[in-house]
Each structure stands twice: as structure tokens, then as C-alpha cells.
């Protein structure tokens, strides 16, 4: 298979600006602690300046007011995005508002897209996505919240964990069980609820390793929910009934892409710390960067993370030629080997600074406690080798004997046959085979 991750000169250009703005003007607001008002205020100009140069929810068709950019130009603007955790917010394209947005544009009607997709884009309200639950979290087709038919509406039941926004989201996006005897990924269907229909209940804010005492409502938080008889109308079904599981999958494929890409740009913030860090720090007679272990550091960490860009930007463009199915295998691959790097190349950073590192005057210690749910959200790492590992054993079958194709003995007995039949027409006067005598 052939790749081609270029991009035109102009687009670079792009790039170039974006890298510079995020390190200059989006990064530092990390250190300020603003209520969800005032950081609103603060990026609202910044947010004008992206919608400016055209790069406003890229990963949205012209006609929504994104840009249409395949997958390796997003991902190639994650890379950049992902250097600063506040960076979404300001380019429009946060989760889990931006992958909301990609279903209800595919998938929704022209109703639902004017009352829920177009205030989203414009930033004026908020979603959340609500599948998983407490007993069924990397196996979605245990779900057991139920939405049962009721006349023209659908009655909803349930609960659901660890959703993030729910606290201050317009509007959710349900998965529920609406043909419970079907085939086991046809068996849900995704639905629309507005906050504050009746039943529907936040029942509170979880802390967490990324933050153990969540300040109440605020962007980001995840939640407990329960669903007690919820009653939508047959209106608010997004998509067909039963193609719950494979809407989310559409979901999930590029937006991996996406989180992957920004780990390597968080990833890449990280290593540039380390390496300022190795320059100029002295200790035992010398500055890091001449220590053995350091430099194994950093050598390490350049290389894992040229591995993840380049595994990055070969599933985008897979994506881009061939669609999302045909880089199911890709996209598993880069998610739990890009949870990995990322952890390790944080780590690494945050040791080389001792206990600067592990203060909160720089930001390692939040990008380190960031980094470890990436090895659980949108399928932890076991699910995913698993699924890389059974997709790459379609390819083989077993040898009809049992026994290893490269088995010496056997592989010496069919060369002594080859070589036995190459020496024939010398045998019975061939001729001459080997041309002319070398002088």
C-alpha cells in the first residue's frame, strides 16, 4: 500500500500561525482559574481570529461552516490543537460537542440539525453523549437503558456514568435499547433529549484522577444520569431505529484519529520541556542533557512519537481514500500504542524536573494525571490489541499439516528437489548457461 500525507504550501502556512497563537496566546490561560462565563469572555476574540482565517470547525462541511478537510489535514491541525487542553474551545472543535455535531450533520433530520446542530456550531449550546453506563462501558451492547414505543413517542430508562458536560449541556444525545431481541449491534438507537425533559436527572458530578474536586457545572465535568420514563417524540430518533451501534462507530473512527493526533501535539509540548530541561540543568558534575539516561529519554521519546505522527497520518489517509471501515485495524493500533506514548513521554518530562515536575507551577503534573484515561476512553487498550490482533489473523491460516511453513527440515528437502531441478539441463548437456568467461 502507497501513502501521500502532503499538503499544499499555503496549508502549512496555516499550521505555522496556529502553532505560534496556541503557544502565545491560548496556552498561557491555562494558569488563570476562570468560571465557565469568564472563559467564554476571555476566548470569544480568539475565537473570532480562528473564524477569521478560516479554520472555525474544520472538520465540518463548507456548507456548516467548516472547511471540509480531510483526515490528514485535521489530524495535522490536532497535532497543534492538542498542545494546549484549552485549544478546542478556541478553534471549535472541543469534545464531545465536535463529534456531536459530525452525527447530527450525517445523520439528522433538517428539523433536528436547525434546532440542535446550528446553535452547537455557533457555540450557543452545549451537548453531551450519553451511552455508557455502569455495567456495560468498552461493551456497548450491554446496554441496558431502554426506550420503549408509546404511541408516537418513546418512553426512555436507565442510567448512564461517567458523561462528560451533563451538568451543563442543552441537550444529550441517548443511546438506548429499542429492539432488545435484535442481533446484538442492532439492538439500540440513538436519541435526542433536550435538558430539562422530565425524568431526566444529573444525579451528581464525579471527581476523578484528572480532577478529584470538580468545581460544580463546569465544562468538562463527567456525571451520573438516570433516565426515568423520559418521554421524546418519534421526532427526536436520530438516525434509523436499530443503527445505534454503527452511528457510533461513525463517531468514534475519525475522532480517534483526532485524539490521537492531539496527544502527539501534548506529547510533543512535553518533550520540548524535557529537552530545555536537559540544556540547562546541572547536576553531578554535569548538565542532563550528557547523562546516558536522559539522552535515552529523549531519543526515545523522538521516536515514539515520529512512530505515532507517522501511524497517525497513514489511518487518516486510509480514511480519506477508503473510508473508515477499511481503517478499523489502523485506527485501533494508533489508539492504545498513542495512549502509551503519551503517558511515557509526560512521564519522562515530569522526572527530569523532580519536584518542579510533580508542582503545580508547571503544567506536567495535570498533562500526567490528563494522560492515563486516554488508555480507557473510547475503548481501553485491551479491547483495542485484541481487535488489532484479530483483524491481522484474517490475513493467515493455519498450515494443513500442523506444521511451521519455516520448518528447516522440511524447507532443506524442498530446496534439494529445486536445486535438483535447476541442474537438469546442465546434467544432459544443456549447454553452456553461465554466458561468457569473466577476464
Not at 462565563?37 to 465540518?60: C, M, N, S, Y
Not at 417524540?233 to 436499530?242: D, I, K, S, V, Y
Not at 461513525?250 to 530541561?277: F, K, N, T
Not at 495535570?366 to 489473523?393: K, N, T, W
Request: glycine residues 10%; hydrophobic residues 40%; charged residues 25%.
Amino acid at each position: 500500500m502507497s501513502w501521500e500525507f502532503s499538503t499544499e504550501p499555503e496549508f502549512g502556512e496555516q499550521l505555522a500561525w496556529m502553532r505560534e497563537f496556541v503557544d502565545e496566546t491560548i496556552a498561557p490561560l491555562e494558569t488563570l482559574d476562570l468560571d465557565d462565563d469568564a472563559f467564554r469572555t476571555a476566548i470569544a476574540p480568539l475565537q473570532r481570529e480562528v473564524k477569521a482565517r478560516g479554520l472555525w470547525a474544520a472538520h465540518l462541511d463548507p456548507e456548516l461552516g467548516g472547511q471540509g478537510f480531510g483526515q490528514v489535514k485535521l489530524g495535522l491541525m490536532h497535532e497543534v490543537i492538542g498542545r494546549s487542553r484549552l485549544a478546542p474551545y478556541v478553534f471549535g472543535n472541543q469534545p464531545p460537542d465536535s463529534g456531536n455535531s459530525e452525527i447530527l450533520a450525517r445523520f439528522g433530520s433538517s428539523e433536528q440539525k436547525e434546532r440542535y446542530l446550528f446553535p452547537l456550531l455557533a457555540g450557543t449550546m452545549r451537548s453531551a453523549y450519553a451511552m455508557t453506563e455502569p455495567d456495560a462501558g468498552a461493551d456497548p451492547t450491554l446496554l441496558t437503558t431502554a426506550a420503549v414505543q408509546d404511541g408516537a413517542d418513546w418512553v426512555l430508562d436507565g442510567r448512564k456514568w461517567f458523561i462528560t458536560n451533563a451538568s451543563v449541556a442543552d441537550f444529550f444525545i441517548v443511546m438506548a435499547v429499542t429492539d432488545p431481541d435484535a442481533q446484538p449491534h442492532w439492538r439500540a438507537s440513538q436519541f435526542l433529549v433536550p435538558a430539562g425533559t422530565a425524568g431526566l436527572s444529573v444525579e451528581r458530578e464525579l471527581g476523578s484522577m484528572e480532577d478529584p474536586r470538580p468545581r460544580p457545572d463546569r465544562l468538562d465535568n463527567h456525571a451520573e444520569m438516570t433516565l426515568a420514563g423520559v418521554r421524546v417524540p418519534g421526532g427526536a430518533m436520530l438516525g434509523e431505529r436499530g443503527a445505534g451501534f454503527s452511528i457510533a462507530q461513525s463517531r468514534l473512527g475519525p475522532g480517534r484519529i483526532h485524539h490521537c493526533m492531539r496527544w502527539v501535539g501534548q506529547a510533543q509540548r512535553a518533550l520540548d520541556m524535557l529537552c530545555e530541561r536537559a540544556l540547562y540543568r546541572f547536576s553531578h558534575g554535569s548538565v542532563l542533557a550528557e547523562k546516558q539516561t536522559v539522552q535515552n529519554w529523549i531519543a526515545e521519546s523522538w521516536a515514539e512519537l515520529n512512530a505515532l505522527r507517522l501511524m497517525t497520518l497513514q489511518a487518516a489517509w486510509v480514511i480519506d481514500t477508503h473510508g473508515v471501515r477499511a481503517a478499523t485495524t489502523h485506527i485501533s493500533a494508533i489508539k492504545f500504542w498513542g495512549a502509551g506514548v503519551l503517558h511515557d513521554v509526560i512521564d519522562r518530562a515530569l522526572q527530569a524536573h523532580g519536584s518542579l515536575g510533580y508542582s503545580s507551577d508547571l503544567p506536567l503534573e495535570d498533562m500526567y494525571r490528563r494522560a492515563r484515561a486516554a488508555r480507557i476512553y473510547d475503548g481501553p487498550d485491551e479491547v483495542h490489541r485484541q481487535a488489532v490482533a484479530r483483524r491481522v489473523l484474517r490475513g493467515y491460516a493455519a498450515p494443513g499439516d500442523h506444521r511451521p511453513t519455516e520448518l528447516a527440515p522440511a524447507r532443506r528437502i524442498q530446496a534439494e528437489r529445486l536445486v535438483a531441478e535447476l541442474s537438469q539441463p546442465l546434467q544432459h548437456g544443456g549447454g553452456d548457461r553461465g554466458g561468457a568467461r569473466r577476464r
